[in-house]
C-alpha cells in the first residue's frame, strides 16, 4: 500500500480530544473496543534473565507465569477489559518459529480459557524485536550475518499467524545518527536521521507489516520513537540530570512524531505504541487510538509528565516490568493493579461526564514541570499538528516545521511571567536550536544534499540502507 | 479548558534544576585551573571551548616549544580536566564533553605525530553491548570518556556473542573488560563471559551497565562490577590498572562513586 500522507486534521478543535475516544474506534481481539468511550489498560512485561535459555523456559515464563498472573490479577480486581502486550526478545525475532510462536499461541490460548470462562474483555499486542544492525544492513540481502532484515519479516508472520490481535514494532531506522545527534547536542542531525532517514525506513518497513496483517486479519498497530526522541528524553532525566538539555529533548519528541506517524500513513490504524509520548500529536492529526504510558509506568522510567501524558489516552499502560515477586503478588500483578485502578477512575470519568475536567487535572499538573511536557499538552500537540499537515510536502518539511513549531511554542511561553521555566542551559539550548533550524535549506533536496555530506562520517550510517 | 490562573504551581513542584544552578561561569573556574604558559594555555582553552578546528594550528605553535608528551599531559589533559570538572557541576552537559573529547582527540593526533616512540597509555579497556542487543549509545559515550581519559579503547560494537567476546579478552590482556545491555534477556550473557573467562585463567574486572542492568545482578556473579553511569567508567578504570581486583573495587563501590577512595 502507498503512503498517504496526512493533510488536515481529524479533530476539528483540541477540545475535542480526550481520553478514551477515538475519531476511529477499533474492535478486535476478544470482545475488545478501544477508543470506543472507555480507556482500557495494557500491560506489559519482560522475562526474568534466564528465561530465554531455551523455547520451552521461554513459554514457561511468558504463558505459565506471566500470562496466567496477569489473568487471574485481572479477574480477581474485576476489570472488564485488559490488553497484554508482549515485547519480543531477541530470541524470538532470531529464531522465531521455535522461540516465538509457542508463546504466541500459548498467551491467546489461556487468554480463550478466561474470557470464556469470565466474559473479560481481553487482547495482545505483539511487538516484534527489531535488531536490525545497520552496520550489516537494514534491508534484505544486505545482512550476511545475521539475515536480521528478512528475520523481522517473518517474525511478524509469526506473530500475525499464531495468535497476536495487534501488531506493533519499535523500529530502530535512523538511530546511528540520532544517537550522534544526542551526544553532539546537534538538532540538524536529529531532523536528518529521524525526520528523513527514519522516515524512509518507516516507508520501507510499515507497508510490508500492514500487508501481513492484512492477510491474517490482524490490528495493524503502529511504532513509536523509542531509539529516538526516548533515548533524548531518558538522558534529558529529571532536575538532577545533566546531560541533554530538556529543550533539546522536547523538539526531538516534535520531530518523532513525523516519523511515528508513518505507520499509520501506511495503512495501520492504531493503536500506536504506549512508548511513544509523541502519540497527542499523532492523535490530534488522524483521530486513531492512542497508547500512553506515565505516573503508572515508573516500574520501567522516570518521566516529567506522569500525570499530562494521560490526558488523550485509549490504553495505559505500564511499558513493561520484569517478572519478579513482589509483596501484593508479582509484579505483573501488582502493576496491573495500579493501572487497572487508574483507568477505572478515568472511566468513571467518563460515565458521569467529567472526563474533561478529569483530562485538565492530568494535563495541568504537569504542564509546566518541562519543555516536552509542555509541547505535549494537547493544545499544544494540536498545533504541532496543525503544523505538520500545512507543511506535507515532504519528509523535510513536515519534520523541520514540527520542530521550529515547538522550539517557538517553549520560547514563547517562557518569555512570559508564569508558567513554564527554563534553565540557563534549557534557554541556551533553544536559543541555539532556533538558530540552527533556520539556517536549514528551503527544499528537501538542498537539505539532503548538504546532510549526507556534512554527516558522511557518523559511525556506522550507510546512505545504502535507506535506499540512497 | 479548566482556568488555571490561580494555580500556584511552586506548590506543585519545584524546578530543583533552576533553584540549584551554579551562577559560576566556565571561565572563572578555568581561571583557577588553565596553565599559566601562553602557548600550552591556548591549547587547553581549545579542549574547554571545543575549537576543535582550530586546536590542530594550536597544538603546532605549542610543539615549537615543547616535547608532545608535554603539550599532551600539560595542555590537552589540563584542559579536558577543566570540563571534567564542569560536566561534575552541572555547568556542562553531555555534547559538550563529547565535542571537547573531539578537540582533544585531534590534538594528541597532531602532537602524536612528533613522537619518536607509540604514545602510552594508561591501560587497555574492552568494550562490547550484549549479544541482541543493538542499544549502544551508553557504551560509545563511556567509549569517548575512556579515550579522553588517556586509556586504549577495543570497540568490540554491539550484538557481540559471549565467545567473541572471550577471545578478544584472552587476545588483547585488558586491564578491564565492559558489558552493556538494555533488556533483562540480553543480560544473561554476562553471566556466561564470566564463567569462560574464569575457566580460561582470565581475572580482570567486567564492568557491566545498561537500562535493565542492576547493582545486585552483576554482583552475583564473578568478575562483575557494576557501573550506573558512563562517566563512572574512568574512575573504575583507573583502579583496574592500579591492581584492584573485581572484589576489592566491589567492596569499595559506594566510596568510589562517591569520590572517596
Known sequence: MAIKRFTKMEYKNPDEMVFGEAKYPLSYGLGQKIGAGHVVPEIN??????????????????????????????VNIGLPAVQLENEHIWQMVNDPKRFEKPVVEGQKALMEKYHNEYGIALSIRHTIADPRLCEKGLRPGMDKEHSYPEKVIEAAEVACENGADVLSIESMGGKEVADYAIMNGDIRAWLFGIGYLGALDMEWLWPQLVDICKRNKVIAGGDTNCAGANTSMFMAGGYLDKDVARTFAAVTRAIA???????????????????????????????????????????????????????????????????????????VQCWLGSLGYEVALMNTAKQLKQDKILRDLYMNTDRYRSPEAFILAYDNAYKIGEAIVANSKSYYDRAKAAALTAATLIQEEASKKNGLR??????????????????????????????LKEYKKVPMFNPKNYGL | ??????????????????????????????????????????????????????????????????????????????????????????????????????????????????????????GTVVMHVAEGDPHDIGKNIAAVLLRSNGYSVVDMGRDVP????????????????????????????????????????????????????NRAYVESFPLGVFAEKAMQGPTLAAKAVEGWDYKKIRSKWDELMSGKA
Not at chain 1, 503508572?296 to 499502560?317: E, F, K, P, R, Y
Request: glycine content about 8%.
Open chain 2, 162 to 213: 559471549v565467545d567473541d567476546v572471550v577471545n578478544k579478552v584472552v587476545e588483547t590482556s585488558p586491564h578491564m573488560v565492559t558489558g552493556t545491555a538494555l533488556m533483562t534477556t540480553t543480560m544473561a550473557a554476562f553471566p556466561k563471559i564470566a564463567e569462560r573467562l574464569l575457566e580460561k585463567g582470565v581475572e580482570l574486572p567486567f564492568v557491566c551497565a545498561g537500562g535493565a542492568v
Open chain 1, 422 to 451: 527554563l534553565s540557563k542551559m534549557e534557554a541556551d539550548t533553544l536559543n541555539g536550536i532556533i538558530r540552527d533550524l533556520n539556517s536549514l535549506p528551503d527544499s528537501e533536496g538542498k537539505f539532503v544534499e548538504w546532510a
Open chain 1, 45 to 74: 512485561f519482560a522475562p526474568r534473565p534466564d528465561a530465554g535459555k531455551n523455547p520451552e523456559t521461554l513459554r514457561r515464563e511468558y504463558v505459565d507465569y506471566i500470562t496466567k498472573d496477569i489473568l487471574e490479577r485481572a
Open chain 1, 257 to 331: 512524531s513525523t516519523r511515528t506517524l508513518i505507520a499509520w500513513e501506511a495503512g495501520a490504524t492504531g493503536p500506536d505504541k504506549d512508548c511513544g509520548y509523541e502519540g497527542p500529536i499523532l492523535k490530534a492529526i488522524a483521530g486513531r487510538p492512542t497508547a500512553q504510558e506515565g505516573k503508572n509506568c515508573t516500574c520501567a522510567h522516570n518521566d516529567l509528565m506522569g500525570n499530562l501524558i494521560a490526558q488523550v489516552c485509549d490504553l495505559w499502560s505500564n511499558e513493561s516490568v520484569e517478572y519478579h515477586a513482589e509483596f501484593g503478588g508479582s509484579s
Open chain 2, 1 to 122: 479548558m479548566l482556568d488555571t490562573s490561580n494555580v500556584n504551581y511552586d506548590e506543585i513542584f519545584v524546578r530543583y534544576d533552576i533553584v540549584s544552578e551554579s551562577k559560576e561561569k566556565p571561565e572563572t573556574i578555568a581561571a583557577k585551573m588553565l596553565p599559566k604558559d601562553p602557548l600550552l594555555k591556548k591549547v587547553a582553552e581549545d579542549v574547554l571551548y571545543m575549537k576543535w578546528k582550530d586546536i590542530e594550528a594550536s597544538v603546532k605553535e605549542a610543539l615549537a616549544k615543547y616535547k608532545p608528551e608535554e603539550v599532551i599531559d600539560k595542555g590537552l589533559v589540563k584542559g579536558m580536566d577543566v570540563v571534567g570538572e564542569l560536566y561534575g557541576r552541572g555547568i556542562y552537559y553531555l555534547p559538550h564533553v563529547m565535542l571537547a573529547a573531539k578537540a582533544m582527540e585531534l590534538g594528541v593526533k597532531e602532537a602524536e605525530k612528533k613522537m619518536t616512540t607509540a604514545m602510552v597509555t594508561k
